[in-house]
């Protein structure tokens, strides 16, 4: 079995949910409804750039659908591991298999991550860079989000599959790539909804940084995005130069970095 499996669901949004123009070729304007609606995450990219990565969690149980566990009775789909691998990942999206929204909707980050019971990382890529979603309120404009799975202790470590955090990274360094204005973050062109990615590394052909803030930077929301994070994600990327951060910036209801999360990128 693999150590991280991405899919890449992009293609499964409908194209009226992601068209930046309306029927007739007028631009579609910034939405500024209720940011929990549907339609509002699908407003299309503001002008100004993406300047960065904003890093959340978001508490999500996901179990086998009827479907899912009968494929995997019958031993289909390489078994259970890759039905609840799918499970996590059409989540994320908030889809079904055949492209339509949940009733109850994915999460607004453009990238998420997280874990199956038996330790293998799963990456969603849900949005495209050119999609503004409403995950980071002021910093919408300007960020890619990335979300954790889980529910987790800001200050804690709990231990977590080697799996997990392999994912975690994955997800940073594509986000990444989206900052730096690639469509199909570079390494990922031929991605499809079911790739399996032996490579167990994200590897770096620039020595461009770019810079992550999490939410709890700009927003109140104590449990985001925790210590494991910080030590088993960020901090590599931040030691091999591909991300940049300020763990003393804050904004509106924010507050700055833990000392406990300073000290994991060398900033004590």
Not at 43 to 48: C, E, H, S, V
Request: with cysteine; net charge positive; hydrophobic share 35%.
């Amino acid at each position: 079995m693999p150590e991280v499996v991405i899919f890449d669901l992009r293609h499964k949004l409908k194209p009226w949910a992601t068209h930046p123009s309306r029927p007739g070729g007028s631009p579609r304007p910034h939405y500024t409804v209720d940011p929990y609606k549907a339609v509002a995450r699908q407003a299309a990219r503001r002008d100004g750039g993406i300047k960065r990565v904003l890093l959340h969690q978001w508490g999500v149980e996901v179990g086998l659908s009827r479907q899912a566990r009968r494929a995997t009775a019958e031993g289909k789909r390489d078994g259970r591991w890759w039905s609840y691998a799918e499970q996590l990942a059409y989540r994320a999206a908030g889809l079904d298999h055949e492209g339509n929204p949940l009733r109850l909707g994915g999460a607004p980050y453009h990238v998420s991550c997280g874990c199956t019971p038996s330790g293998i990382g799963v990456v969603a890529l849900v949005w495209h860079r050119t999609i503004h979603t409403f995950h980071a309120e002021a910093e919408n404009a300007e960020s890619i989000g990335v979300g954790i799975m889980g529910r987790f202790a800001r200050d804690g470590e709990e231990q977590r599959p080697r799996g997990f955090a392999m994912a975690l990274r994955h997800a940073l360094a594509i986000a990444r790539q989206m900052v730096l204005g690639n469509a199909d973050p570079v390494g990922f062109e031929g991605l499809s909804s079911r790739s399996i990615f032996t490579q167990l590394e994200p590897t770096f052909a620039d020595d461009v940084e770019v810079e992550l803030r999490t939410h709890s930077q700009t927003q109140r929301k104590p449990a985001d995005p925790g210590l494991w994070a910080i030590k088993h994600g960020v901090a590599d990327l931040v030691q091999r130069g591909a991300i940049a951060v300020d763990p003393l910036y804050h904004s509106g209801k924010g507050s700055p970095w833990p000392e406990s999360w300073r000290k994991e990128v060398g900033h004590a």
